[in-house]
């Protein structure tokens, strides 16, 4: 069924739409002095629900530039009339929408495309395309070569920061403000952070982790990097050697080397890092004084490690007298079945600097990290950071407690989990529809991005060049190897931060682009 929106401008009114089984292409655009005709199509055939279908058309229409940002929609129940559907439907579309950034409501106004929208391509840049099988018509965007920065980002799994629960935080950061901790202080705070923090830190990390913790055994931090970095020179001398994965995370290995420690990498295979060729570290290197593991989501290919290994890499570690520094950077992410529960859970004798993040689950520009393990180590990482930082965000830090305290931050989690799962199976669909023959991926059971090798003959660091000139960001695996020339050919795409529509134009980018 085609459904025509007739936008009238100048004066928001939106007569009667036209609802009819009308032969006209998808994309097709009819710009005048005072109006514009946007025709999109609604798929009664559709695995996807009507009210997701609709959000999806009206970003569409924004995103192309039809629908300016300001611009009053109609009220829900003119809609529903209109279109001869629930109410509630509209308003599920509409919410959809807001919850991605896209439309505003304002009590007592109505619902607006948000303002703060950059500007978007002109109707004009938009054609009609072939018609395909059955009738469905697919619109051809052409792609622009772009010479600034890239316009749509594959992140390495970083979060959508347009989902941030902004009232819940604003509310959370007004009380903070007044709390007498902050209001009565007469200097600096604890450079191990928030007491009511760690407090509430302590609460979830034993309900969803099972670390039983006491305030004194956490160290908050300005994300989880600055935990790693105080962890490296709260733990090695210089010269002394920390074992990474291979691949793995660069930053992390930035952190140890900025200690002046010497970083070896061990391989990872299907199961996370491998315990053997860790072992034979061990024996032949003297100086290995530690082992960075991500294992509930291994960075950055995604893979979980088995319990049978994670059983050997304890032992080795104890055996071997290693420090294990266990960075468990997106563990909320999980969508197919519970969280691993951590390392340091059932660690026993075997030292384990347990690191954490909060910003993966509100956004990248709040920084809040922590850490957890021996209290010796803790107490040097705490000391190095009063030298640098004496203390945290104090409201910040307040603010978050009381999102974890009343379970905002746990609601917040599960319905952006639900979000991310559905931009997870959204890319992997696009993937194997338009790149399967040339790609090769499986579907993560957790985390926020998916790990995808290049069928041989195919260059990741061409590619990625080819797509940033028309506009997308992607990073060649390379940048997450320590032996440049070992280096897969392949990407890690991080899904969560684009929403339907980017991805959609993302993957036809790279579909177009491959080299």
Not at 263 to 268: D, E, M, R, S
Not at 418 to 432: C, E, G
Request: charged share 25%; aromatic share 6%.
């Amino acid at each position: 069924m085609m459904i025509v929106l007739w936008i009238v401008g100048g004066n928001d009114l939106w007569p009667t739409l036209v609802v009819a089984g009308m032969d006209v292409p998808v994309s097709r655009i009819e710009l005048g002095r005072s109006m514009l005709e946007i025709a999109f199509e609604l798929d009664e055939h559709s695995a996807a629900p009507v009210f997701l279908q609709l959000s999806r058309a009206i970003i569409a229409a924004i995103d192309a530039g039809r629908l300016e940002p300001g611009r009053k929609l109609p009220g829900t129940r003119a809609l529903a009339v209109s279109l001869k559907i629930h109410r509630n439907t509209v308003d599920a579309a509409y919410h959809e929408a807001v919850m991605q950034g896209w439309l505003v409501a304002e009590p007592s106004r109505g619902t607006f495309v948000a303002r703060d929208l950059p500007a978007m391509p002109t109707a004009g840049s938009i054609h009609p395309g072939p018609a395909a099988e059955k009738g469905r018509v697919r619109s051809t965007v052409s792609l622009p070569t772009c010479g600034g920065p890239p316009m749509l980002f594959f992140s390495d799994g970083a979060p959508d920061a347009r989902l941030l629960p902004r009232a819940e935080l604003a509310r959370a950061f007004r009380r903070a403000l007044t709390t007498p901790e902050f209001l009565r202080a007469s200097g600096y705070g604890d450079p191990r952070g928030a007491l009511a923090l760690r407090e509430a830190l302590c609460e979830h990390l034993s309900a969803e982790r099972g670390l039983a913790l006491a305030p004194a055994d956490i160290l908050v931090t300005r994300g989880s990097q600055m935990a790693l970095f105080l962890a490296a020179g709260a733990l090695l001398e210089r010269d002394e050697v920390i074992a990474v994965e291979e691949p793995g995370y660069p930053l992390a290995v930035t952190a140890f080397r900025a200690a002046g420690a010497r970083v070896v990498g061990v391989p990872v295979d299907a199961d996370g890092l491998s315990v053997e060729h860790l072992e034979r570290l061990a024996v032949s290197e003297q100086k290995l004084r530690a082992v960075y593991v991500t294992p509930h989501h291994q960075y950055p290919t995604t893979v979980t490690m088995g319990a049978g290994r994670r059983i050997r890499l304890l032992d080795v570690a104890r055996r071997h007298g290693l420090t294990i520094v266990e960075d468990d950077y997106d563990h909320e992410y999980r969508f197919d079945g519970k969280p691993v529960l951590p390392l340091a859970s059932r660690a026993g004798d075997v030292p384990v600097l347990y690191v954490g993040s909060l910003s993966k689950v509100l956004a990248p520009g709040i920084r809040l990290g922590y850490a957890t393990g021996p209290v010796d180590l803790l107490q040097r990482m705490a000391d190095d950071r009063q030298a640098i930082d004496r203390q945290g965000d104090v409201p910040l830090e307040h603010a978050v407690a009381i999102l974890l305290r009343e379970g905002d931050l746990g609601r917040h989690a599960r319905k952006t989990r639900r979000i991310y799962q559905a931009r997870r199976d959204l890319l992997a669909r696009s993937l194997t529809s338009k790149l399967g023959a040339y790609l090769d991926f499986a579907i993560p059971p957790g985390g926020l991005a998916l790990w995808t090798r290049l069928l041989p003959g195919l260059d990741a660091e061409r590619w990625s060049h080819e797509a940033r000139r028309h506009g997308l960001a992607v990073t060649p695996a390379m940048s997450q190897c320590l032996d440049l020339v070992r280096a897969p050919q392949a990407f890690r795409l991080g899904f969560a931060s684009l929403d339907d529509v980017e991805t959609s134009r993302a993957v036809e980018i790279l579909a177009m682009t491959m080299p």
